[in-house]
């Protein structure tokens, strides 16, 4: 099979999308049914570069990678010749030569295409500055879970139009639902990826007026990493974007609400959201591990059945 990479959610086909969210499932059900056995990557050896810090994506790659059998190596550019200015295409020919495949967590989209245009094995995108294609696996794995197909269904992101922003749009294309986008003034996500997924993204400025009879409720920090310094402004700006347990009481009655974490009680959430039964950030946290797992297999071995 040629070499594929998973940058963003485009790089897949929608039926591959729909195979591993599927896939992902089953891998779960299994595990918890019979434990660790499935173990497909002896021997195989996943390289981890990490630019920006992580707990999620470390540990749900890890432990993907030990319990299929393989091995995950963490590289940071503290630790590798890309911290003293090694060309990211020569980085990515050495690391071809010696691992299976390759997930990168960093702050430059660019970079990232630059390193996957070289690499020769697969290369994953556990998220840059514009986009977080794994997060939306989990995303859509537990919408899928709770609630069925997730095609034709309303799901609602409030806040930054950042990289899980564009991620979600690109998961309304590839999923074929309707996203509503509700964001303060000057900070809309990007027009183009907008543009891609046509009449379902709708533009909102009102959080009350978006969450009406959604199905799904999502949002993110209103400062992500590397915008520490932007805090205060931001807080001003979105103010009136917190989502808050009577913001869900105007969606579905069946409505869930989703939050890649970590979370920020008392500014993008009120203080208890996460203990509302409609929350379900815990087990969407969780299936990371499971999507990614069938994110992996598929870039190694295609489709399986068994």
């Known amino acids: 099979m040629a070499t594929r990479h998973f940058l963003t959610l485009l790089d897949l086909t929608p039926e591959e999308l729909s195979y591993l969210i599927d896939r992902a499932i089953t891998i779960k059900t299994r595990l918890k049914a019979e434990g660790p056995v499935y173990a497909p ?50 980085t990515a020919r050495v690391l071809a030569e010696m691992v299976d495949i390759v997930m990168i967590r960093t702050f430059s989209h660019a970079g990232l295409e630059t390193y996957a245009s070289a690499s020769q094995v697969p290369v994953i995108n556990a ?83 978006a969450a009406k009879d959604a199905d799904l409720i999502t949002t993110d920090v209103w400062a992500s990493m590397g915008q520490e310094e932007e805090q205060a402004k931001r807080e001003a700006d979105f103010k009136g974007f917190q989502v808050d347990e009577a913001l869900l009481d105007s969606a579905a009655t069946d409505v869930l609400f989703l939050h890649c974490l970590p979370a920020h009680r008392g500014e993008e959430i009120s203080q208890t959201l996460l203990d509302d039964p409609r929350a379900v950030v815990w087990q969407e946290a969780g299936n990371r591990l499971h999507a990614q797992k069938a994110l992996i297999e598929f870039l190694l071995l295609g489709n399986v059945e068994d």
């Open 41 to 90: 990557f002896a021997n195989r050896t996943l390289a981890m570069i990490f630019e920006k810090s992580s707990t999620r994506t470390r540990v749900s790659f890890e432990t993907a990678m030990a319990q299929f059998g393989g091995h995950a190596l963490f590289l940071s550019p503290r630790d590798t010749q890309l911290g003293r200015g090694e060309p990211i295409e020569d």
């Open 127 to 209: 998220l840059s500055d514009d986009y977080h294609p794994c997060q939306l696996l989990a995303d859509v794995m537990t919408w899928t879970e709770l609630r069925g197909s997730v095609k034709g269904k309303t799901a609602v992101w409030i806040g930054d139009g950042n990289n899980m922003c564009h991620s979600w749009i690109n998961a309304a294309r590839q999923f074929d639902f309707k996203l509503r986008i509700c964001c303060p003034e000057g900070y809309d996500p990007d027009p183009a990826i907008v543009a891609g997924a046509g009449e379902r993204i709708t533009l909102y400025r009102d959080p009350r007026e």
